[in-house]
């Protein structure tokens, strides 16, 4: 007779896969539609007499979406469920990646640009639910760190698009712009056939149907669960009630320390290389090139850490170190160090920085609960884009201002919080069931009370 086992028991097998593959098309889509219209705004100013201040509407609108989408599309993926969520957000990108190829006006692109924004920010929290929910727990860890990468393929899929593009002529930007129409497509197409998060329809009382895609998965001896799942009402506020308040502190305030000086420096790294003094036309493209392959060849070690060693350290550590080599490449920065050496220490820096890149996937969908795991995921990616946003506009102005060595000090300085952070708040989740990950804050508050008790009775 067969043993009985729970989903997150499950061996990692083909279907894991699959709905990886769903989920990580949020991330591919996201980085080529954020990367594509940086080809396309070169091409479209010569096409329309655009102010600088309507180019940097159109390339913040996306931005600002996502900021929308995340909060209200996270909230609606715990109301209507994974699958709905996935579907609709799919269409509304589909139709607004098409429109982008008929507009005459730059304020209709950033419309346009704005509501693929909001459907972007929308995905985020969809992914990232779906793929703990069904993940088994010794891999849950690298399956949502991995959606990572998948940014990053999506970003200079983008940029190889854009260059092949460019001989269409004085049309090409509008070709690039509909481009993005080519990945949703294919995605919202593969995911007609997924099956609902089988935790999400337990929460609202559908066991029948939970147990049902359960067993039609994985098999008649698995069930979904040995702890029943809570029928808890969605209510956005209980992110920050009953403890949940401080991982949206902790998750929020770690994923913009690290996006911050990321998104700076990755947007500006060919005129850092330069103010290092290797502006010879080639160099600083070269270095830029090994930074963002780095950017991710640095994740794959941390997929693996992250399940051997845990989730704390493969946060702490990559803080702590990115930030010392960012220290020392302001101390060195117009000194005339020899290229290889600022070449080493940035791919230190890359290395160690997309290792936690990992954790804004891991810690925000096993910390909170499946009522308002969604939820929670959509508000923080929210709050996390205008961040980076703010950040990606700073860069350039204190660069421009105090210097290249005080703009990476206070990089430096941001990662050396990320890290004091994390030291102090950052839990242990590996290993665990998603009912434990998401109960982590009332066993903290049962051993305070506990605690109190003891002090008071000794």
């Not at 909230?75 to 507009?103: C, E, H, N, P, W």
């Not at 459907?119 to 793929?131: F, S, T």
Request: aromatic content about 14%; hydrophobic content about 50%.
């Amino acid at each position: 007779m067969n043993k009985v086992r729970t989903m997150e028991e499950v061996p990692l097998g083909r279907f894991h896969y699959k709905i990886f593959t769903y989920a990580s098309g949020s991330t591919f889509i996201d980085g080529y539609i954020i990367g594509i219209i940086s080809v396309a705004l070169a091409v479209m100013q010569s096409y329309f007499d655009m102010s600088l201040t309507m180019v940097g509407l159109v390339g913040m609108a996306t931005l600002a979406g996502m900021f929308v989408g995340g909060i209200i599309g996270g909230y609606l993926t715990d109301i209507v469920g994974r699958k709905s969520m996935f579907i609709i957000d799919m269409l509304i990108m589909a139709i607004a990646s098409i429109l982008q190829f008929f507009i005459n006006d730059p304020m209709q692109l950033v419309i346009l640009r704005f509501i693929l924004g909001v459907a972007l920010g929308a995905d985020y929290p969809i992914a990232g639910a779906l793929m703990a929910e069904f993940s088994p727990r010794k891999n849950r860890g690298a399956l949502l760190g991995g959606l990572n990468a998948f940014w990053y393929i999506g970003y200079a899929s983008s940029y190889l698009v854009g260059y092949f593009l460019l001989p269409t002529g004085d049309a090409s930007w509008r070709w690039m712009l509909a481009s993005s129409a080519v990945p949703v497509l294919i995605m919202l197409i593969a995911r007609l056939n997924m099956p609902e998060s089988p935790r999400w329809l337990a929460n609202n009382g559908r066991e029948k149907e939970a147990n049902a895609i359960v067993q039609k998965i994985f098999g008649k001896n698995v069930v979904m669960s040995n702890e029943p799942e809570a029928k808890v009402k969605t209510s956005f506020l209980d992110i920050f009630r009953n403890g949940y308040g401080k991982w949206v502190f902790f998750v929020g305030v770690f994923w913009s320390l690290e996006l911050i000086p990321t998104f700076g420096i990755g947007t500006y790294i060919p005129e850092i290389f330069a103010q290092f003094g290797f502006a010879d036309g080639r160099k600083e493209y070269l270095g830029s090139a090994i930074i963002n392959v780095v950017y991710l060849a640095g994740l794959l070690p941390a997929l693996y850490l992250v399940e051997k060693v845990g989730r704390r350290p493969t946060l702490i550590w990559p803080f702590f170190v990115s930030s010392i080599a960012l220290f020392v490449l302001g101390a060195t920065s117009g000194l005339n160090m020899p290229f290889a050496f600022i070449l080493v220490l940035f791919i230190i820096y890359g290395t160690f920085n997309n290792a936690m890149g990992a954790h804004p996937w891991i810690y925000p969908n096993e910390l909170f609960p499946t009522h308002v795991r969604g939820t929670a995921m959509g508000f923080i990616t929210g709050v996390t884009r205008i961040a980076s946003s703010v950040g990606t506009f700073l860069f350039p102005i204190i660069l421009a201002n105090y210097g290249l060595s005080i703009t990476l000090y206070i990089c430096g300085a941001l990662f050396f919080l990320g890290f004091l952070i994390s030291l102090f708040m950052a839990p242990e989740t590996k290993n665990m069931s998603l009912t434990e990950t998401s109960s982590l804050n009332k066993r903290t508050t049962t051993q305070q009370k506990e605690s109190s008790v003891i002090r008071k009775n000794g």
